[in-house]
């Protein structure tokens, strides 16, 4: 007996379930979801076949990625983290001022790191249920997280400082420092 041949439906692609993927991997990589838009194909082009032939690329890349040996000390994309929380960055005189929403995530449960040229935030958000319950309809993010954003040029690292508070972790980056330093900074979260 032979190998079973898909039949055609099998073979098609089931677009909900793409576009549900490809939305997952976009905000766990910008922390924000992706905007609707609009994109007209030119007439001879075949749009369902272009959607498949693109989605096939994009999971065949994100499959390569998966399968690619990491360096040891390669920080985790973030898919494999969980989530990227929403962020605004707020350029002042003297400083920069980065606003992460982390809304049910204790204090000891987030972790901030100056590493070069970037600041690390990581940490886990609960799940917010009981564990005997079934969730019917979930929106919030539960999990691991992590949120990776540049430095300004200027910075000084060791005046880094945090805060917690109403669910909204607010890092303080002073910008009157000097030339950049490699050492590895953990800055307590207040």
Do not use: W
């Not at 609009?38 to 369902?48: F, T």
């Not at 890349?61 to 494999?80: F, G, V």
């Not at 400083?95 to 100056?114: A, I, K, Q, W, Y």
């Not at 799940?127 to 919030?140: F, I, N, T």
């Amino acid at each position: 007996m032979g190998a079973r041949v898909p039949c055609e439906e099998e073979l098609m692609l089931n677009i909900e379930q793409a576009i549900a993927e490809v939305a997952s991997v976009y905000q766990s990589l910008t922390g924000r979801p992706i905007e609707p838009g609009r994109y007209e194909p030119p007439p001879e082009v075949d749009p369902l076949g272009q959607a498949e032939s693109n989605y096939r690329r994009f999971k065949g890349m994100l499959e390569r990625q998966a399968k690619a040996p990491q360096p040891p000390n390669a920080a985790a994309p973030a898919a494999a983290m969980g989530f990227a929380p929403p962020a605004d960055i707020v350029e002042m005189e003297r400083e920069v001022r980065v606003h992460v929403d982390l809304p049910g995530v204790p204090r000891d449960h987030v972790n901030v790191t100056v590493a070069g040229d970037v600041v690390v935030i990581r940490g886990e958000r609960p799940m917010g249920r009981p564990q005997a319950s079934v969730l019917r309809h979930g929106e919030r993010r539960a999990g691991p997280f992590q949120r990776v954003i540049a430095l300004p040029p200027r910075c000084r690292r060791e005046g880094v400082e945090a805060a917690l508070r109403d669910g909204v972790l607010t890092i303080s980056i002073p910008t009157d420092g000097g030339a950049a330093e490699a050492a590895e900074i953990s800055v307590d979260v207040k």
